[in-house]
């Protein structure tokens, strides 16, 4: 099992800038497919983005294609989700998961593919 801690969440005005984290404890990041997703006021949770295991690719919701970024810092066995050009609908708790096995390339995009996750962070931002 892997623990997910996600931090850096906060108020942010629109337009602004966020960079969220997810340390996870255990295993390598780079081992793993990493998710993030999001469940906003009353809303279900739904997919952000994600990036494939033991590569670079990633794969983006298209609402916020072009805003968002995910990374992977293997030393530090972090994942970050940069958020950029923030709206009001980004506001949610971001959750940050994993999925331990899968091919690698390939985007997992739905809740059920993902094995842990964190207990997430809240993002608020403001018009």
């Known amino acids: 099992q892997v623990q997910l801690v996600e931090s850096g969440g906060g108020l942010v005005q629109v337009g602004g800038s966020l960079r969220l984290s997810c340390e996870a404890s255990?295993?390598?990041?780079?081992?793993?497919?990493m998710g993030w997703f999001r469940q906003g006021p009353e809303r279900e949770r739904e997919f952000v983005t994600t990036?494939?295991?033991?590569?670079?690719?990633?794969y983006y919701a298209d609402s916020v294609k072009g805003r968002f970024t995910i990374s992977r810092d293997n030393a530090k066995n972090v994942v970050y989700l940069q958020m950029n050009s923030l709206k009001p609908e980004d506001t949610a708790v971001y959750y940050c998961?994993?999925?331990?096995?899968?091919?690698?390339?390939?985007?997992?995009?739905?809740?059920?593919?993902?094995?842990?996750w964190g207990q997430g962070t809240q993002v608020t931002v403001s018009s």
């Open positions: 255990g295993r390598t990041v780079s081992s793993y497919h």
């Open positions: 990036i494939s295991r033991h590569s670079t690719r990633t």
């Open positions: 998961a994993v999925r331990a096995s899968g091919i690698d390339g390939v985007f997992y995009t739905r809740e059920y593919e993902y094995d842990d």
